[in-house]
Structure formats: structure tokens, C-alpha cells
T-cell receptor
């Protein structure tokens, strides 16, 4: 799986957009970008994933650069409950055996301030 | 809603004890995983299973074993607990082949302290 690089921490004001960057310069053509987050004292939670097109769901938007070497997770109107560690993970989407596992890095601690 | 439950939120054991951590999922998922999480090290995969009675080692399997006798249940076993196994243990499950989303659903975690 390709390696990802994220800033260790970021701050955001409540109600503003939070833009979390991720670099994955060694991503290969069949690897997807996945984002998870982990709120304190809870297990990680899936947010969104994408291959090359921008994606949006009820939680967030994912913007992937044209060369796919980096991406940005956007929380359009951050709330205090969005304070969490956000993980960017790159891996193949589906195949058998060991390719189902996720490799979590250290992520970005996003703190949303009132 | 998918539910992944773990047998205990907090557990305290003594060095040398045999410890069982149980995980149950209710969505008929093929894949199940055990991770541990430590400050500064993030989540690390211990073992996973993609079918009943099947298991594969993750990144840090030493000192652990697993059992999957039924599809919904995945057990993590510490044969002889040691203090360096004090950690937060997280179980997860995901659907099998054919899902691009490949979303993993996590349980609430078990905080194990080995004295």
C-alpha cells in the first residue's frame, strides 16, 4: 500500500470549513483513497473514499488532485463534535485475502474551537 | 445499523494470565480484524480473518492468537499476558469481496491493563 503523509495537527473555528490535506505521491493506479476518523474513546469511523473523481457524501467532500498524488478532506461546516483524529489511507479497493486490511498512520488531530 | 460489540470496555489482568477478548458482529460480515492502539504508535493490526476458521497474521501477531469458529465471533487470545500488552484493543468487521467501499466497522474498544 502507498504511504501517506498528513500534518500531525490542525485547528479550525466552529462553523468554518476544515480542509485536511494528505500526500500520497506513490499511489498506484488501482489504489483508492480512504478517510476515517476517530473521536476520543471511540473506534474509528469510515468517512469517505475515492479513486480519482471528487466525492461528496453527508459527512464530507473528498478532493483528489488530477495526478492523484494528494487529496483534501473537506468538512464544510465544522462543529465541536468533529474534533477527532483523521486518517488518510491508500489501498486497493477489493481483492482476496490480505488486501482487505487497512494500515492506519498517525493521522491528523483536528481541533474545532468555539 | 451494523453493530460490533466487544465483551468488556475495561479489563485488568495479571502477568501470566490467559486472556480472552471477544468480538461479535451482527451484519454477517466475512472479514474481522483485531487491532491494538497505543499512544504515538497509532492502530496496528494484530490478526484478521476473512472466513470462518481462516486467519492471517497482521503486523504484530507475536504473543497473540485468534479463533473464529463462527462467522459472527472473532476472539483474540493472550496466552500469557505481559505488561507490554497493556493497550486499547479494537475489533472491526467488513463485508467480503465485491465491495469497493470496503468499510470497516469498529467496536468501542477494550482497554486492557496487565499488572
Amino acid at each position: 500500500d502507498a504511504k501517506t503523509t498528513q500534518p500531525p495537527s490542525m485547528d479550525c473555528a466552529e462553523g468554518r470549513a476544515a480542509n485536511l490535506p494528505c500526500n500520497h505521491s506513490t499511489i498506484s493506479g488501482n489504489e483508492y483513497v480512504y478517510w476515517y476518523r476517530q473521536i476520543h474513546s471511540q473506534g474509528p469511523q469510515y468517512i469517505i473514499h475515492g479513486l480519482k473523481n471528487n466525492e461528496t457524501n453527508e459527512m464530507a467532500s473528498l478532493i483528489i488532485t488530477e495526478d492523484r498524488k494528494s487529496s483534501t478532506l473537506i468538512l464544510p461546516h465544522a462543529t465541536l463534535r468533529d474534533t477527532a483524529v483523521y486518517y488518510c489511507i491508500v489501498r486497493v479497493a477489493h481483492s482476496g485475502g490480505s488486501n482487505y486490511k487497512l494500515t492506519f498512520g498517525k493521522g491528523t488531530l483536528l481541533t474545532v474551537n468555539p | 445499523d451494523v453493530k460490533v460489540t466487544q465483551s468488556s470496555r475495561y479489563l485488568v489482568k495479571r502477568t501470566g494470565e490467559k486472556v480472552f477478548l471477544e468480538c461479535v458482529q451482527d451484519m454477517d460480515h466475512e472479514n474481522m480484524f483485531w487491532y491494538r492502539q497505543d499512544p504515538g504508535l497509532g492502530l496496528r493490526l494484530i490478526y484478521f480473518s476473512y472466513d470462518v476458521k481462516m486467519k492471517e497474521k497482521g503486523d504484530i501477531p507475536e504473543g497473540y492468537s485468534v479463533s473464529r469458529e463462527k462467522k459472527e465471533r472473532f476472539s483474540l487470545i493472550l496466552e500469557s499476558a505481559s505488561t507490554n500488552q497493556t493497550s486499547m484493543y479494537l475489533c472491526a468487521s467488513s463485508i467480503g469481496q465485491g465491495s469497493v467501499k470496503n468499510e470497516q466497522f469498529f467496536g468501542p474498544g477494550t482497554r486492557l491493563t496487565v499488572l
